[in-house]
């Protein structure tokens, strides 16, 4: 069989052997949750509860109003402490439901009645992934409900799960596979469902052979098709997965749509299974908790809005020296400065490292490299020096906001400049220059 | 453990580096100039070694002064670039040049080839060829007398390098034309970069492997001019050398390997990189088939370096998905 890949990129490190043989473990559920009611794309959900409220587990306590907004579950059964703000991952303050646990779990599903998820319709589907809260589990968080509404004019043929899992370091989507192969490829099925498209790709990297063989074993007989890509950064890109597996390149600017295709992620796959089969909503995902700042690296299975100080705990504490926390993997993950910021939707894993001491930074010395490994096509060294001497319009034309941040031109940089630091501030002044000019 | 909050390091992601550094790439320049400039001990004796040695010690102290002039941090005296410059210049000049106009060489390479600039990262030209073309103006006689290779006896008056015999001399008809044997061993004059052919190419493939230099440039340059000086060898073989006898000689391999390949003046896309490489091999035929000069390795290397710029900019890749619509 053929090894499937896209050009460029770059070869990381992989560290997965810290947690690739530890089975996913569901995380006793902590005393209190923090829910942020943004934990994804698009503006936040409105809160359906108060204070002094008595929640049950799985029960809607957050509604997302408007087309990029999406529902929220508590996670635990118990009683609402505080409906105001909280720290949130991603370094802000947002909206968030405060929950102290009785104990109980009292459990309550979406739904009494059970259909066979197979006689639903595209838009019951569409229905049923809203009202579970569904967002993209890769870390993207985008609305799920959206992605499966694909444009009147745009069919959808093709069907991507993504089972790369290419940063180093996690492996809860590995475990996932393992553990979960028929769930995944069922949800696969329902996503084919809801969006009209024929085919149906699962592409994993070569460096997974375990989860390979059992997806092929399971998708026996079927349509899906399992196919197996080099393990290289960053092959989960969705554009680059495009790429990779069907040689479709999604316009710039545009979405998978654009090339009759939708890209889904194992963990957000499994959601969707168990969201249209079970009416279950999504109040707990699996993560890797690793590094080399971890006593006891795991994998796990743990509730939203758990704070990372519990979980941490759960994985015997950090080690002494560990200086570094990142929510995610360690090419895209952020950093993160509180212990007592809660699990949110995006996580994917939680990493403790001992920082390396700080790098001396150089003037670039146009070695190219970043150009060479740039999966977008894109060039990083003059995008930096576009921001840095203030010609934004430049950087717009070379390409800026096509940059997907993924880090590959930093990690290679032998100069250690913050190319992708550069870049999303760039990003940022780029796209509020352009709303400053059309409004 | 960190105690609760802020003491956690911050910082934008990726939080993975690659070992490799400037300083990593500089020395593994210099590593592999080393066989080359053994070699050039080895035919040249001390004569070789003191140039080498002075040029180094110029473009160190050049750089220490033009980073105490411009309050730079002390820092960078060492990523090697400057004791690059210093043995690259060494290594384009002839073995009897005396000391004072090597040191002089080596000035104006720092000097005005790379700190007027802002040093290592801005500058536009090579500077170990600048400083050599400063040189070649300046002092034109000392730049063009040349002494053999130690192990051979010849008339040291009428001596020359095989592309000056080639040219002047008119070797093909007189049958003096250097051995394509010698060229590659480097038993021939010239200068100290431009004997061994064999060295050279032991320290280019270490850079090869190591991917610190771009394999489109050599490999564009040694094309480009094997295609035009082929075309006129095939037309009349009893005026024009062989493509391979012009590879071998002068400062071609040097050249191509070493100094078009400098990452700060070349271009930054591969196309670009193309373009500078084929550009590099056709203004080096045309100079030695129809130029006043037997050798056109530096002029041509500056020559294209003025272009950098201008390639950059107008060689930008495809982006994913470009062209294509929503």
């Known amino acids: 069989m053929r090894i499937k890949t896209f050009p460029h990129g770059v070869h990381p490190p992989e560290f997965k052997e810290l947690t690739a043989e530890k089975s996913l473990e569901p995380m006793p559920p902590p005393e209190k949750v923090f829910i942020p009611l943004l934990q994804h794309f698009g503006s936040p959900a409105e809160s359906l509860v108060s204070k002094g409220d008595e929640v049950s587990l799985g029960q809607k306590i957050g509604e997302g109003k408007t087309l990029f907004s999406a529902a929220v579950h508590s996670s635990i059964s118990g009683k609402v402490l505080a409906v105001d703000h909280y720290i949130h991952p991603g370094g802000n303050l947002v909206p968030a439901v405060t929950i102290a646990n009785d104990g109980e779990d009292r459990y309550v599903p979406l ?13 019951e589907i569409r229905q049923k992934v809203k009202e579970a809260g569904i967002v993209g589990l890769g870390g993207a968080a985008f609305p799920t409900s959206v992605k499966l509404t694909p444009p009147k004019d745009k069919p959808i043929d093709t069907i991507i799960i993504n089972g790369c899992e290419c940063e180093p370091v996690l492996t809860a989507d590995y475990r996932l596979m393992l553990e979960f192969p028929e769930d995944i490829l069922k949800g696969g099925e329902i996503i084919c469902k809801a969006t009209g498209a024929t085919r149906l790709i699962m592409g994993i990297e070569d460096n997974k052979p375990g989860a390979f063989e059992i997806l092929k074993k399971y998708a026996q007989n079927t349509r899906t098709e399992i ?14 997965l495009i790429s990779a597996l069907l040689q479709r390149e999604v316009p710039r600017g545009g979405l998978p749509f654009d090339v009759g295709v939708v890209v889904q992620n194992v963990g957000t796959t499994k959601a969707i299974w168990e969201a249209v089969s079970q009416g279950v909503p999504l109040f707990q995902r699996a993560i890797t908790v690793s590094g080399s700042g971890i006593k006891e690296p795991k994998n796990l299975l743990v509730r939203l809005g758990t704070p990372f100080k519990d979980i941490l705990e759960f994985c015997g504490g950090l080690k002494d020296g560990a200086n570094m926390l990142i929510m995610g993997g360690p090419m895209m993950g952020i950093s993160q ?5 809660p699990l949110v939707k995006a996580t994917s894993g939680i990493l403790a490292l001992d920082s390396p001491p700080p790098v001396l930074e150089y003037t670039c010395i146009s070695c190219s490299r970043c150009v060479g490994h740039c999966p977008m096509g894109l060039v990083p060294t003059q995008l930096m020096k576009c921001v840095k001497y203030e010609n934004l319009t430049l950087a717009e034309a070379w390409g800026i906001l096509d940059c997907v941040e993924c880090g590959s031109c930093q990690y290679v940089c032998p100069a250690k400049i913050s190319l992708v630091h ?18 | 453990m960190p105690d609760k909050n802020n003491s956690f390091v911050i910082q934008s992601s990726p939080h993975l580096r690659e070992k490799d550094s400037v300083p990593k790439i500089m020395y593994s320049v210099i590593i592999s100039l080393l066989p080359a400039a053994f070699a050039s001990i080895y035919f040249f004796r001390v004569q070789a070694a003191i140039l080498l040695l002075s040029c180094i010690a110029a473009s160190l102290i050049t750089e220490a002064l033009f980073l105490w002039l411009r309050k730079r941090p ?18 384009t000049l002839p073995p009897s040049l005396p000391l004072e106009f090597a040191i002089i060489g080596a000035v104006v390479a720092i000097g005005i080839g790379k700190q007027v600039f802002g040093g290592l990262g801005h500058n536009i030209f090579n500077p170990a060829l600048v400083g050599r073309a400063f040189l070649q103006t300046a002092f034109p006689v000392a730049m063009t007398t040349w002494i053999p290779p130690a192990m051979i006896k010849v008339n040291t008056a009428t001596f020359a390098t095989p592309l000056a015999n080639l040219k002047f001399q008119d070797a093909i008809s007189q049958g003096t034309l250097t051995s394509l044997k010698e060229l590659f061993w480097g038993n021939v004059g010239g200068c100290l970069g431009e004997t061994s052919a064999f060295a050279l190419i032991l320290g280019a493939l270490y850079l090869l492997l190591r991917r610190s230099i771009d394999w489109r440039i050599p490999v564009g340059i040694i094309v480009s001019l094997s295609l035009f000086t082929g075309i006129f060898w095939l037309a009349n073989p009893g005026k024009y050398a062989s493509p391979l006898f012009h590879v071998l000689a002068g400062g071609l391999i040097i050249g191509a390997f070493f100094i078009a390949t400098d990452m700060v003046t070349s271009p930054i896309s591969p196309l670009g990189a193309w373009i500078y490489a084929l550009s590099i091999g056709l203004v080096i035929g045309l100079i030695r088939l ?15 370096n003025a272009f950098v710029p201008l390639l950059n900019k107008y060689t930008r890749p495809r982006i994913l998905g470009e062209g294509r619509k929503t």
Do not use: C
């Not at chain 1, 739904?111 to 838009?123: A, C, G, Q, T």
């Not at chain 1, 196919?227 to 680059?240: C, D, I, R, S």
């Not at chain 2, 129809?290 to 294209?304: D, P, Q, R, T």
């Open chain 1, 111 to 123: 739904e009494k009645e059970r259909k066979d998820p197979f006689s639903l319709s595209p838009e």
């Open chain 1, 227 to 240: 196919a197996l890509l080099k393990t290289k950064y960053p092959q989960g890109a969705e554009k680059n």
């Open chain 1, 337 to 341: 400065w509180s212990l007592d910021v």
């Open chain 1, 422 to 439: 550069w870049i999303r501030w760039g990003k940022n002044r780029v796209t509020s220059m352009k709303r400053k000019k059309s409004a």
């Open chain 2, 74 to 91: 002390f820092h960078s005296l060492l990523d090697g670039s400057a004791a690059i410059t210093g043995i690259l210049l060494a290594m």
């Open chain 2, 290 to 304: 129809f130029g006043g000069y037997a050798e056109g390795v530096m002029y041509s290397i500056l020559f294209m």
